[in-house]
């Protein structure tokens, strides 16, 4: 198995939909790990050009009760791939997504709402 270390920063929550129960926020996702296969004599780390991923085993994150979501791609996609002598790898990428909140409105307007962010990884 491979220790996957996450990071997850809220940039903004954009909307907030009483009449959809969901909301929309914009995250940066920060992903860790290290592949011996990556190893390279130096002391310095690589920083790749984001379409590279392709060629790169990533974790299979997904946001659990998303509706829908799309990764930032102005005037690039906004991925960061950065790889350290020892193989260890930083991926990080801008999110923005809608995800589903049930609401109990019965006491509005003096409701209180709790809506969660989670993030999970199929295992294979």
Same mark, same amino acid.
């Given at each position: 198995?491979?220790?996957?270390?996450?990071?997850? $920063? !809220?940039?903004? !929550? +954009?909307? &907030?939909?009483? &009449? %959809?129960? @969901?909301?929309?926020?914009?995250?940066?996702?920060?992903?860790?790990?290290? @592949?011996?296969?990556?190893?390279? $004599?130096? %002391?310095?780390?690589?920083?790749? @050009?984001?379409?590279l991923v392709e060629m790169l085993w990533v974790p299979d994150t997904f946001i659990v009760d998303s509706k829908k979501s799309f990764l930032h791609d102005v005037t690039?996609?906004?991925?960061? &791939? #950065?790889?350290?002598?020892?193989?260890?790898?930083?991926?990080? &990428? #801008?999110?923005?997504?809608?995800?589903? /909140?049930?609401? +109990?409105?019965?006491?509005?307007?003096? @409701?209180?709402?709790? /809506?969660?962010?989670?993030?999970?990884?199929?295992?294979?």
């Open positions: 198995p491979v220790s996957v270390g996450m990071s997850m $920063d !809220i940039a903004s !929550i +954009d909307t &907030i939909s009483e &009449i %959809n129960m @969901d909301y929309t926020a914009t995250i940066f996702l920060r992903q860790r790990w290290t @592949d011996e296969r990556l190893c390279f $004599d130096g %002391n310095k780390s690589l920083s790749l @050009d984001g379409r690039v996609e906004n991925r960061l &791939i #950065r790889i350290y002598p020892n193989g260890t790898v930083l991926y990080a &990428i #801008r999110i923005t997504t809608t995800v589903s /909140c049930s609401m +109990d409105l019965t006491k509005y307007p003096m @409701d209180k709402q709790t /809506c969660t962010l989670q993030l999970e990884s199929c295992k294979s």
